[in-house]
């Protein structure tokens, strides 16, 4: 600090050196003297040199040693400031309002009187004194405007505003109604006072207009094409941000929230504005979708992918509904589960197995034509999941084994358990919407099974397949079913020389065998045993086997056959007229004779029969299965059965004699048991006589009488040659009879009263003789079936005495003398 040689007080600064291109400032603070009344001018000087002290080059340009800078000062001043509350005023037709604010200041150093502040309002816009607010002004006058359309005048008055003061004065007046477009107005204050000589004033600009109308939608755009359709829902709480600046070039940002339509509307001044969308009030995940899309600005999207709608420049009274947002979210999943269709159904059962570790692959295009493919493996449970996916035409494929068939897809009602695969192609077609998690995706697959059996000739009738037994070529056998799918299965195939036959390939379902029958055989017992690979299956009427179910991948033998022909047991019943158990030719058949059949199958199953002889006395029981079988011949009353055993196989009987029974007999296939015969004959009876031959002549004359109490024996051998005795004892009228004797050839032995003689044999006839021989009182006699031989007689006789004496009739008198 330099007190100069006038009474001045310099300040000065040594800067140094400078560089070129430099610059230094120096503030300070000077205070006027507060009794200066007059305009002092404050003036610095800078002086400079070149490094080295020499002076500029002469004329160049912006170089000299000395400049000088100069201010006016002054201890007395005023300012004035009136600005709108806004620079920009929306107005609506019928007018709007604007507040204006008037601030006074007193910078200076002296006090200042005799203020007066007039404010010009230009023509249509009408102050109200009601709505005035001051802090300095203690009156006011408010002038008429100038007809027609002149300013309004207000002015208003204060005495005194002290050093460093400031007062402020709000007011409020309607813009002129019936504006139509954006107008500017401009508004004049100034102030005088009694210490000022000129007068201090500002400007202030106010621009009127309708306001503009700015909005939309924001939407969910489920499909991801960019066009907002049916069914997709607005989006609330969307943050939507329109920032800029109007036209006066002030920055202005607004924001609004969606309402619960998506819809959103905000009011702006005319300007240059950008408008965009907060993506974080997006749910997560989220994308903004393709941009103007198709012709129809007022379904499209105009959001850019980072939610900036566009920058729209727009005037007074502008209207743009049409700034939409369509977003859609990557949050979409796709899954589903493989397993493996066991039945081939197309439904997943519980019992089903899962497959795992197959690889499952999703490609496709979302809406803005970006192409991709992914690829997962399918876990323990077959469930494989394709997560964070756009809006997407996808295309699922299955990486199947080459043995593996799609079951069918689509089936009934539950999608939560069928499969959907093509059929032809493997693959599910299908598009994914904005965040839709689309479950049950999924493919079952199973592979072919098949059904064999076999066909064997069943010898001994059991029902079971033994080791020896021959297999049957060249039967034919259907197989009959419907296959999971639900589609009918008619196959004909032909037993090998094993008798073997297999249906491959098959599609798993429901199968039925049957076996065709035979002209000649017959089906053998069904389910015999306990072992089920050895038994036969089919029904012995129609040759099918009970159905069999067919698993994926899976043999199952559906069902054996076993045939047998048939067996036969036949034979005769004949009248054994003599009795040895042989048939003789010229022995009569025996019609109407009962015979049954007894016996077990080769299954074991009882079987019982009964039939009757024939005219010529035979009999037959026929399509039999194999088994043990005997008949029992029912003996007809009066009668009896010969002698079993006798003569051949084919004369003889068989018969028991007691019981009627055969021996059993054991018949394979096809066998035939002949010659099961029975003989029959009506017992034998003999008898009649024995009397009292008076006379002696050898015939049973009138008068003659039986003799009692003797004993008359039967011997002999029966026709079978067995031995045969039995005894009568005549009654009171000498008759005897021996009944139940087989056929035979028999000595009858008559007995004799003491000293009785037999008579005369075989004298008159067979009816009247004696037949006792004379010496041992024995007669012959053969008995055949049924005969009774009643002329069996004895007669016998006591001998008298004759005496005299034998003379010689000397005399010849006739006459015995002494």
Same mark, same amino acid.
């Given at each position: 600090?330099?007190?100069?040689?006038?009474?001045?007080?310099?300040?000065?600064?040594?800067?140094?050196?400078?560089?070129?291109?430099?610059?230094?400032?120096?503030?300070?603070?000077?205070?006027?003297?507060?009794?200066?009344?007059?305009?002092?001018?404050?003036?610095?000087?800078?002086?400079?040199?070149?490094?080295?002290?020499?002076?500029?080059?002469?004329?160049?340009?912006?170089?000299?040693?000395?400049?000088?800078?100069?201010?006016?000062?002054?201890?007395?001043?005023?300012?004035?400031?009136?600005?709108?509350?806004?620079?920009?005023?929306?107005?609506?037709?019928?007018?709007?309002?604007?507040?204006?604010?008037?601030?006074?200041?007193?910078?200076?150093?002296?006090?200042?009187?005799?203020?007066?502040?007039?404010?010009?309002?230009?023509?249509?816009?009408?102050?109200?004194?009601?709505?005035?607010?001051?802090?300095?002004?203690?009156?006011?006058?408010?002038?008429?405007?100038?007809?027609?359309?002149?300013?309004?005048?207000?002015?208003?008055?204060?005495?005194?505003?002290?050093?460093?003061?400031?007062?402020?004065?709000?007011?409020?007046?309607?813009?002129?109604?019936?504006?139509?477009?954006?107008?500017?107005?401009?508004?004049?204050?100034?102030?005088?006072?009694?210490?000022?000589?000129?007068?201090?004033?500002?400007?202030?600009?106010?621009?009127?207009?309708?306001?503009?109308?700015?909005?939309?939608?924001?939407?969910?755009?489920?499909?991801?094409?960019?066009?907002?359709?049916?069914?997709?829902?607005?989006?609330?709480?969307?943050?939507?941000?329109?920032?800029?600046?109007?036209?006066?070039?002030?920055?202005?940002?607004?924001?609004?929230?969606?309402?619960?339509?998506?819809?959103?509307?905000?009011?702006?001044?005319?300007?240059?504005?950008?408008?965009?969308?907060?993506?974080?009030?997006?749910?997560?995940?989220?994308?903004?979708?393709?941009?103007?899309?198709?012709?129809?600005?007022?379904?499209?999207?105009?959001?850019?992918?980072?939610?900036?709608?566009?920058?729209?420049?727009?005037?007074?009274?502008?209207?743009?509904?049409?700034?939409?947002?369509?977003?859609?979210?990557?949050?979409?999943?796709?899954?589903?589960?493989?397993?493996?269709?066991?039945?081939?159904?197309?439904?997943?059962?519980?019992?089903?197995?899962?497959?795992?570790?197959?690889?499952?692959?999703?490609?496709?295009?979302?809406?803005?034509?970006?192409?991709?493919?992914?690829?997962?493996?399918?876990?323990?449970?077959?469930?494989?999941?394709?997560?964070?996916?756009?809006?997407?035409t996808f295309r699922i494929t299955f990486d199947e084994p080459p043995s593996s068939h799609r079951s069918p897809s689509n089936v009934g009602t539950d999608d939560t358990?069928?499969?959907?695969?093509?059929?032809?192609?493997?693959?599910?077609?299908?598009?994914?919407?904005?965040?839709?998690?689309?479950?049950?995706?999924?493919?079952?697959?199973?592979?072919?099974?098949?059904?064999?059996?076999? $066909? %064997?000739?069943?010898?001994? #009738? +059991? @029902?079971?397949? /033994?080791?020896?037994?021959?297999? =049957?070529? &060249?039967?034919? !056998? *259907?197989?009959?079913?419907?296959?999971?799918?639900?589609?009918?299965?008619?196959?004909?195939?032909?037993?090998?020389?094993?008798?073997?036959?297999?249906?491959?390939?098959?599609?798993?379902?429901?199968?039925?065998?049957?076996?065709?029958?035979?002209?000649?055989?017959?089906?053998?017992?069904?389910?015999?045993?306990?072992?089920?690979?050895?038994?036969?299956?089919?029904?012995?009427?129609?040759?099918?086997?009970?159905?069999?179910?067919?698993?994926?991948?899976?043999?199952?033998?559906?069902?054996?056959?076993?045939?047998?022909?048939?067996?036969?047991?036949?034979?005769? $019943? %004949?009248?054994?007229?003599? #009795? +040895? @158990?042989?048939? /003789?030719?010229?022995?009569?058949? =025996?019609? &109407?004779?009962? !015979? *049954?059949?007894?016996?077990?199958?080769?299954?074991?199953?009882?079987?019982?029969?009964?039939?009757?002889?024939?005219?010529?006395?035979?009999?037959?029981?026929?399509?039999?299965?194999?088994?043990?079988?005997?008949?029992?011949?029912?003996?007809?009353?009066?009668?009896?059965?010969?002698?079993?055993?006798?003569?051949?196989?084919?004369?003889?009987?068989?018969?028991?004699?007691?019981?009627?029974?055969?021996?059993?007999?054991?018949?394979?296939?096809?066998?035939?048991?002949?010659?099961?015969?029975?003989?029959?004959?009506?017992?034998?009876?003999?008898?009649?006589?024995?009397?009292?031959?008076?006379?002696?002549?050898?015939?049973?004359?009138?008068?003659?009488?039986?003799?009692?109490?003797?004993?008359?024996?039967?011997?002999?051998?029966?026709?079978?040659?067995?031995?045969?005795?039995?005894?009568?004892?005549?009654?009171?009228?000498?008759?005897?009879?021996?009944?139940?004797?087989?056929?035979?050839?028999?000595?009858?032995?008559?007995?004799?009263?003491?000293?009785?003689?037999?008579?005369?044999?075989?004298?008159?006839?067979?009816?009247?003789?004696?037949?006792?021989?004379?010496?041992?009182?024995?007669?012959?006699?053969?008995?055949?079936?049924?005969?009774?031989?009643?002329?069996?007689?004895?007669?016998?006789?006591?001998?008298?005495?004759?005496?005299?004496?034998?003379?010689?009739?000397?005399?010849?008198?006739?006459?015995?003398?002494?």
């Amino acid at each position: 600090v330099v007190t100069s040689l006038f009474g001045l007080v310099l300040l000065r600064w040594d800067l140094g050196d400078m560089a070129a291109g430099t610059a230094r400032v120096i503030r300070y603070n000077a205070i006027p003297g507060a009794t200066t009344s007059t305009t002092s001018v404050n003036t610095a000087w800078a002086t400079a040199q070149r490094p080295d002290g020499s002076p500029p080059p002469a004329g160049a340009p912006g170089f000299r040693s000395t400049d000088t800078a100069s201010a006016e000062l002054s201890s007395v001043g005023v300012e004035i400031s009136k600005t709108p509350d806004r620079q920009v005023l929306p107005f609506v037709p019928g007018g709007g309002r604007a507040v204006w604010q008037i601030n006074i200041n007193n910078p200076a150093q002296t006090d200042l009187t005799g203020l007066v502040v007039i404010d010009h309002f230009p023509a249509g816009v009408v102050y109200d004194p009601a709505t005035t607010v001051s802090t300095c002004a203690d009156s006011v006058e408010v002038a008429d405007p100038i007809a027609p359309a002149g300013d309004q005048v207000v002015r208003w008055s204060f005495p005194l505003l002290r050093v460093g003061e400031s007062c402020a004065i709000s007011v409020e007046a309607a813009v002129p109604v019936g504006l139509t477009g954006q107008t500017t107005i401009l508004n004049d204050a100034q102030v005088d006072t009694d210490q000022t000589a000129v007068t201090v004033a500002n400007q202030a600009k106010l621009v009127a207009y309708r306001p503009v109308t700015l909005g939309d939608l924001v939407w969910h755009d489920l499909n991801g094409n960019g066009i907002q359709e049916a069914g997709e829902p607005g989006y609330e709480n969307a943050r939507v941000t329109v920032s800029g600046t109007d036209i006066e070039g002030n920055a202005f940002s607004q924001s609004v929230n969606t309402d619960a339509s998506g819809n959103w509307t905000m009011l702006t001044p005319p300007g240059t504005f950008t408008v965009s969308i907060d993506q974080s009030t997006l749910p997560s995940s989220s994308s903004f979708t393709l941009r103007t899309i198709g012709a129809d600005a007022t379904v499209d999207s105009n959001s850019d992918e980072n939610g900036i709608l566009g920058t729209i420049t727009v005037a007074s009274g502008d209207s743009n509904i049409s700034l939409d947002a369509g977003f859609f979210r990557s949050v979409g999943s796709i899954s589903g589960v493989r397993w493996h269709d066991l039945n081939a159904d197309g439904i997943r059962q519980s019992t089903e197995p899962a497959i795992a570790g197959e690889t499952v692959t999703i490609s496709g295009s979302d809406t803005a034509g970006n192409s991709g493919s992914l690829t997962t493996v399918t876990d323990g449970n077959g469930y494989y999941e394709f997560t964070d996916l756009p809006p997407v035409t996808f295309r699922i494929t299955f990486d199947e084994p080459p043995s593996s068939h799609r079951s069918p897809s689509n089936v009934g009602t539950d999608d939560t358990v069928d499969s959907d695969a093509d059929l032809v192609g493997g693959f599910i077609d299908g598009f994914l919407a904005s965040g839709e998690n689309r479950n049950n995706v999924d493919e079952g697959t199973y592979e072919l099974g098949g059904v064999v059996g076999y $066909a %064997w000739n069943d010898t001994n #009738g +059991d @029902g079971v397949r /033994d080791t020896t037994e021959p297999m =049957r070529d &060249g039967v034919s !056998v *259907t197989l009959t079913g419907i296959d999971g799918t639900g589609a009918s299965v008619t196959l004909v195939g032909t037993t090998d020389s094993s008798g073997y036959v297999a249906f491959k390939d098959l599609v798993p379902g429901t199968y039925t065998l049957t076996y065709a029958p035979s002209s000649s055989d017959q089906f053998t017992a069904l389910n015999s045993g306990s072992d089920d690979k050895v038994d036969s299956d089919v029904d012995r009427a129609s040759g099918a086997a009970p159905a069999v179910s067919v698993e994926s991948g899976t043999g199952i033998n559906g069902g054996d056959a076993g045939y047998f022909t048939p067996v036969a047991l036949s034979g005769r $019943a %004949w009248d054994d007229a003599n #009795g +040895d @158990g042989i048939q /003789d030719s010229s022995e009569l058949a =025996r019609q &109407g004779v009962t !015979v *049954t059949l007894v016996g077990t199958d080769g299954a074991g199953n009882p079987v019982s029969a009964t039939t009757a002889t024939a005219a010529d006395g035979s009999y037959s029981f026929t399509g039999l299965a194999p088994g043990t079988y005997h008949v029992v011949f029912t003996t007809p009353n009066g009668e009896r059965l010969t002698i079993a055993g006798q003569g051949t196989a084919i004369t003889g009987s068989d018969a028991d004699e007691t019981t009627g029974e055969t021996a059993a007999v054991t018949l394979v296939s096809g066998d035939t048991a002949q010659n099961l015969d029975a003989g029959f004959y009506a017992p034998a009876t003999v008898g009649d006589r024995i009397w009292e031959d008076l006379n002696g002549n050898g015939n049973q004359d009138g008068g003659e009488p039986g003799v009692s109490g003797l004993t008359v024996t039967v011997t002999g051998t029966d026709g079978a040659g067995r031995t045969v005795s039995e005894s009568a004892t005549t009654d009171g009228t000498g008759t005897w009879s021996v009944a139940g004797l087989a056929p035979g050839t028999f000595t009858v032995t008559f007995a004799k009263p003491a000293g009785a003689e037999f008579t005369t044999l075989g004298a008159g006839t067979a009816a009247t003789d004696s037949n006792a021989g004379v010496g041992d009182g024995k007669a012959s006699v053969t008995l055949v079936s049924g005969q009774t031989d009643s002329s069996i007689d004895a007669g016998v006789y006591t001998p008298g005495s004759v005496s005299g004496t034998l003379w010689f009739d000397s005399d010849g008198d006739g006459v015995r003398e002494g």
